[in-house]
């Protein structure tokens, strides 16, 4: 119990252990992968190597065939830790020398596809899902946290957020959380309202401080030139799409006469 509520209030390891639960099917696709492949090279290998016992039992070769090569299984996981690195590939490949150089050719180049081709995929394919999935979390959190700050500055229970209301609440813990998460430096609170408030009313209510968040995730792979800050990069996105957002309400969005982010542009 005490391990479960560590992890609870270990945001980088329950990120960890979040993304490793979501990732799990992936994981398992590419295991079957690997077995699929591993199964079709154990056949042929094994079926070659019985022949050549059958053939030449008198072979000095048959009985690494029979260690390397003697089943299914065997051939298997033969083929596993030449590519794991669980045995030198070389002790493997020197009896099906012995059946045909061709053969032992062919073995090599199964070895390259596989380590250099098959493993390079499934890695980019796990890396890009683990971090997809990673990014779903973080906004999951962000947009809870939002609400949990939106509600710890709502204090009339209005349903809307005033700059007053911000600024009575910037020194909470809550609040300085939130804006650390969507990389906004506190001092720029009253400019984050005037970017996020849509309908120029003052106030911004909970979908509105939303925004935030989602053009933060927009910003995550977009730099400013060198002494540009993050905080600065987030606000510039909000009000590089606040032209789009005054046509869809027919509202002006106020704010200062910063350039946006163009990985961000519409």
Known sequence: MRLVRFIRYAEE???IVSCLILSFRTFLW???LLLMTFYVMAIYTTQ???LHRLEFPESLANTALERWWGGI???????LQALSGGVDWNDIVQPLITISPAFAVLFIVYLGFCFFALMNVITGTYVETVSRQASDLKTRSQILQARRVFQAID?????FISLEEIRSQTATAVVLDFFESVDVDPSEAQYLLEVLDMDGSGTINFEELSRAVA??????GCRLAPGGSRDEEVLQTLESRAPAHQETFGHPVRGGKRTGCPHAAT
């Not at 053009?215 to 995550?220: F, K, V």
């Open 13 to 15: 390891l329950q990120l």
């Open 30 to 32: 590419s295991i079957g």
């Open 48 to 50: 070659a190597a019985k």
């Open 73 to 79: 299984f065997t051939s298997m996981l033969s083929v």
């Open 155 to 159: 204090q009339d229970h209005s349903g």
């Open 215 to 220: 053009i933060e995730q927009l910003c995550a």
